[in-house]
């Protein structure tokens, strides 16, 4: 068998923006996951009637009560706060509350982390609280604090909680703030005084030792794939389900979702169906597509809300007269991107901590809006009215259309593509035949799965060839297939909504999943020019491209058979001797990386001798290679 490169007639250019990521919500993706945030429901606005996710402390005889008090706000926009009322603590107990976070507060050995909350007392209790990172029995202590100076308004308090070196890293742990009399402490307490807390928040070290910040190891794995946009924050997640006592109550409003995290009042993620505090907002998503040099791609809510009340396919849309505010939101979202400090929302972005603009964004307007029948009235009147309104006012501003319309252009389409890996395989030649003078196309999301997986994080090796598969697809047409991304991005390992995922990980680590090696490998092995490949007869999936500048080919051959594959590897117009190869491969195609096993497939690389351009290759079951020549 023979496959031939033609190293000397280039063809079309390769899409600079091909490989990117795509963010949502789901799977516990950013709180509990990238959002660094320890504390699961800091500010008490996740349920009206009982403080979810904290439960009273009442060691060695000490005795208390904890509410959700709308008497007591902090503001405007945290209506309430958890008011601790001590019955009785003497010498020696202790009452407070407790936070477990997401599934256990992970602790690592010489860590610090950073505590902050706001407080007030009445009946002249000024202090000391103590606040206390233990594992969950309460009997080992890592790190301890004492704040001092409460008063009956409003103050906000700060400690740093010093983990010592020494000992494991645990995940089954919990953070306790209250009156703790254990040690002689002198301070009297008078039954009923109450204590008064709001945004009780604990960050580990983040990424770049950014405020409101981010995981680091989970930011690293998405620099490792080097990509060229970031999509965010959805998907279903920026569309809501609808619920007829505020109908669009529950889409990512991103209005809310920016400033001091003391004033982000949170909503529930009814997509996804866990609460979502907005500390993860669009500023946080802005910085992380700057930190990763990569384009935004936002979705905006169009006016389209899923409605599961319905028969299956059930969906709500917004009145054709009500949906003005919402382009409004559409266009404010821009001017924070991009506006000049003298603009409303430009100035929001300054105060927020980047007076320059960020980069210019792609703006999706809606998300999988031909599903569920949403198709008449995208086309009649939402992607009209957004459409004309962003181009009139931001002529700069590409945006992308979710399914087809007939009423404006479209500039670029998003098509999504979830089904088997053989069905996937079979759709690598699906964009030969596109028009080439329509719409480019913008693959939005993608994976290999099957139904029924939720508890699939990452999905085996022989799905992620089948995606290996399509991607050459998409690469050898990457003069219309601008862009791509795997869906979804990340998964909390026993946590999922959604199964077959990039990257795994839970309190402490993260992992990436085969398909995450086949997303790095494509996306860091690639040129600026597609060359031609045959490979009749070999029952290969392949694309080629080379770097023009430094005469880099780089060659992916995907082979998705349960049996080795000798070929022959001709670069036609070279004279090369030399080929590095990067081969992910396992005889097994079930074989799948996890938590505990997170490199049981990776790549490795190997090199091939050969002479005058031609290589003798065994091509491995189950693989994707990638064979990098100079030409
Ligand atoms: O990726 C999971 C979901 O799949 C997305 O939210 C949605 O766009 C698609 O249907």
């Known amino acids: 068998l023979t496959l031939t490169v033609d190293t000397l007639h280039a063809g079309h250019g390769v899409s600079p923006t091909l490989y990117g990521v795509f963010f949502e919500e789901i799977n516990y993706a950013g709180v509990g996951g990238l ?18 996710w904290w439960t009273v402390v009442q060691d060695r005889g000490g005795s ?43 602790v690592v050995p010489g860590r610090h982390y950073q505590v902050s909350f706001f407080a007030k007392a009445d009946n002249g209790f000024t202090g000391p609280l103590s606040v206390s990172l233990e594992d969950a029995t309460g009997r080992r202590v890592f790190a301890s604090a004492r704040v001092r100076g409460l008063t009956t308004q409003w103050k906000h308090f700060t400690a ?37 807390l709001q945004v009780v928040s604990l960050f580990p070290p983040t990424y770049k030792d950014q405020p409101n910040g981010l995981r680091p190891d989970m930011v690293h794995q998405l620099k490792e794939l080097r990509p060229k946009f970031l999509r965010f924050p959805g998907g279903n997640y920026i569309q809501g389900l609808y619920d007829p006592d505020d109908p669009w109550g529950t889409r990512f409003d991103w209005k809310k979702s920016i400033g001091p995290i003391s004033e982000r009042p949170g ?111 995208y086309d009649a009147y939402r992607y009209p009215k957004f459409y004309d ?20 252009p479209i500039e670029i389409i998003d098509e999504h593509i979830y089904t088997s890996p053989t069905s996937l395989e079979g759709q690598a030649n699906r964009y030969d035949t596109y028009d080439r003078n329509g719409p480019k196309v913008f693959v939005g999301e993608y994976a290999a799965r099957h139904g029924d ?81 045959s490979s009749e007869g070999t029952g290969l999936f392949c694309s080629s491209s080379i770097k023009t500048a430094t005469g880099d080919v780089y060659t ?46 990776t790549p490795c690389d190997l090199a091939l001798r050969g002479a005058g351009g031609r290589f003798r290759y065994e091509v491995p079951a189950n693989s994707l290679s990638v064979v990098t020549i100079q030409r």
Do not use: C
């Open 453 to 533: 997986s939720e508890d699939i994080s990452t999905g085996p090796l022989g799905y992620s060839l089948g995606e290996a598969a399509f991607m050459t697809g998409l690469e050898r047409n990457s003069d219309i297939v601008i862009m791509g991304s795997y869906a979804p991005l990340f998964s909390f390992v026993g946590q999922t909504q959604w199964g077959f995922n990039m990257i795994g990980f839970d309190q402490l680590a993260s992992y990436g999943g085969t398909s995450y090696y086949v997303q790095k490998m494509f996306a860091r092995n690639v040129g600026d020019k597609i060359l031609p490949v």
């Open 556 to 601: 992916k051959i995907v082979n998705t058979s349960n049996v080795t594959q000798s070929i022959d590897l001709v670069f036609a117009g070279s004279k090369a001797t030399k080929a590095r190869v990067q081969v992910l491969s396992d005889p097994d195609p079930a074989a799948s990386n996890t938590l505990d096993n997170p490199t049981r497939v």
């Open 35 to 52: 959002y660094a945030e320890l504390i699961r429901n800091r500010a008490f606005m996740e349920s009206p009637t009982t403080p979810a």
């Open 160 to 196: 740093t909680l010093k983990v010592p070196p020494g000992g494991s890293q645990s995940t089954d742990n919990r953070l306790v703030i209250g009156i703790d009399r254990k040690h002689g402490m002198p301070t009297q307490v008078a039954p009923g005084t109450s204590v008064w």
């Open 267 to 377: 909503h529930y993620n009814a997509s996804w169906f866990y609460w979502s505090d907005d500390g993860l907002g669009l500023y946080e998503y802005l910085r992380l597509a700057e930190d990763l040099d990569a384009t935004p791609v936002i979705g905006v809510f169009d006016g389209f809300s899923i409605d599961r009340s319905k028969t299956a396919g059930g969906r709500e849309i917004v009145p054709e007269p009500d949906l003005g505010p919402y382009v409004q939101d559409a266009l404010d979202l821009i001017e924070y991107v991009i506006g000049p400090v003298n603009s409303a929302w430009g100035a929001r972005r300054a105060a927020d901590g980047h007076p320059a603009p960020f980069t210019t964004p792609l703006i999706e307007i809606g998300n999988e809006d031909g599903a569920r029948g949403g198709a008449p009235t």
């Open 389 to 408: 309104a962003i181009k009139k006012a931001y002529p700069q501003v590409t945006t992308i259309a979710t399914t087809g319309v007939t009423s404006r």
């Open 64 to 106: 208390a009560t904890a509410s959700l008090d709308a008497a007591n706000p902090l503001n405007d926009t945290l209506t309430r706060s958890l008011r601790l009322e001590a019955h009785s603590v003497d010498a020696e107990q202790r009452i407070g509350i407790s936070n477990g976070g997401y599934f256990g507060i992970p």
